[in-house]
């Protein structure tokens, strides 16, 4: 089985560049292997309460964190050569784009998968598609929604159990891009 990425961002307003915090879950053989979880320094930093009511952070928690590139290079490596998936990923994927953007980096054209369009095909019948109700039908329990790292594992858990019942061991095998 493939080694993969889950990825999760939360921003700090509506700006897809205005990210704040990100969770990482490495994946290899089926197993998870490693997570990553960093707060962000949002530029500028700023939050609305909308954002702030969804995920509890603001402008407090991440005034002493790092920019955003310095986040990334650590990260970057750890990526490189590897499928990321996010659920509902052209937010996570916008958000990845637009904050290269913003700090005038290139961007390693990441390829994403996304869980959400896949539990549509694959679970036509539940009530929604939101990450807490996939992750609770793939037997989950996603307890602290909204944090990046909580969300990134629901993500991967989610992808592996997928994989699972499609009898895949690659995530381009469940065409869900």
Same mark, same amino acid.
């Given at each position: 089985?493939?080694?993969?990425?889950?990825?999760?961002f =939360?921003?700090?307003?509506?700006q !897809?560049s205005s990210?704040?915090? $990100?969770?990482?879950?490495? $994946?290899?053989?089926g =197993?998870?292997t490693d997570?990553? +979880? %960093?707060? #962000?320094? *949002?530029?500028?930093?700023?939050?609305?309460?909308?954002? @702030?009511? #969804?995920?509890? /952070?603001?402008?407090?928690?991440?005034?002493?964190?790092?920019?955003?590139?310095?986040?990334?290079?650590?990260?970057?490596?750890?990526?490189?050569?590897? *499928?990321? $998936?996010?659920?509902?990923? *052209?937010?996570? =994927?916008?958000?990845?784009?637009?904050?290269?953007?913003?700090?005038?980096?290139?961007?390693?054209? +990441?390829?994403?998968?996304? @869980?959400?369009?896949?539990?549509?095909?694959? +679970? *036509?019948s539940?009530?929604?598609?939101?990450?807490?109700? $996939?992750?609770?039908?793939?037997? +989950?329990? /996603?307890?602290?929604?909204?944090?990046?790292?909580?969300?990134?594992e629901?993500c991967a858990?989610?992808?592996?159990?997928?994989?699972? =019942?499609?009898?895949? %061991? !690659?995530?381009?095998?469940?065409?869900?891009?």
């Amino acid at each position: 089985m493939e080694r993969f990425a889950a990825i999760d961002f =939360e921003t700090a307003n509506g700006q !897809r560049s205005s990210v704040c915090s $990100v969770g990482i879950v490495l $994946v290899e053989n089926g =197993e998870i292997t490693d997570s990553i +979880y %960093s707060l #962000i320094r *949002p530029r500028p930093n700023f939050y609305t309460r909308w954002t @702030t009511a #969804i995920h509890g /952070l603001s402008s407090a928690d991440t005034l002493d964190a790092d920019d955003f590139p310095v986040v990334w290079e650590g990260i970057a490596p750890q990526l490189e050569g590897i *499928p990321l $998936v996010a659920h509902n990923s *052209p937010f996570d =994927e916008g958000c990845l784009k637009a904050v290269h953007s913003l700090y005038g980096m290139s961007y390693p054209d +990441y390829t994403f998968y996304c @869980t959400c369009r896949l539990s549509r095909r694959q +679970y *036509p019948s539940l009530v929604n598609h939101q990450l807490h109700t $996939v992750s609770a039908h793939c037997g +989950y329990n /996603l307890a602290n929604h909204h944090h990046a790292l909580a969300d990134a594992e629901a993500c991967a858990k989610i992808a592996l159990k997928l994989m699972e =019942e499609k009898g895949v %061991s !690659r995530l381009c095998d469940l065409l869900i891009r």
